[in-house]
């Protein structure tokens, strides 16, 4: 399985397991539904829920004769491409005006959670 990113370079981890680098390979053994989460700095993270399904030669019963009277070896390679989005900043307008709002709840002795 391959995860490849636009831009390159983010990192990369499936079912909270890190594999590297994009682009990113790594074997699997096990087909179902797989979490992928790829960040990059300045990049928001994204976060995909991909159901992996078995190709033809895995399914049950056919399995046994792709895996043991194959002549051949069969390959399953997967990839996953991913467009990642900058992320967006906040106007400094609206942050100072929040942080102007806080300081002064904070000398009123209100105390709120972070957004």
């Given at each position: 399985m391959t995860v490849r990113?636009?831009?390159?370079?983010?990192?990369?981890?499936?079912d909270n397991q890190v594999i590297g680098?994009?682009?990113a390979a790594t074997s699997f053994v096990h087909y179902g539904t797989r979490e992928f989460r790829i960040e990059k700095d300045g990049y928001r993270t994204e976060v995909i829920r991909r159901k992996?399904?078995?190709?033809w030669y895995e399914w049950p019963g056919i399995d046994f004769f792709s895996e043991t009277l194959w002549p051949g070896e069969l390959r399953d390679e997967r990839i996953i491409d991913v467009q990642l989005a900058p992320k967006e900043l906040e106007?400094?307008?609206?942050?100072?005006?929040r942080a102007d709002t806080l300081r002064n709840q904070s000398k009123a002795g209100i105390i709120t959670a972070p957004p």
């Open positions: 990113t636009s831009p390159p370079g983010a990192t990369v981890s499936i680098t994009s682009p992996i399904k078995p190709p106007p400094a307008e609206d942050l100072m005006n």
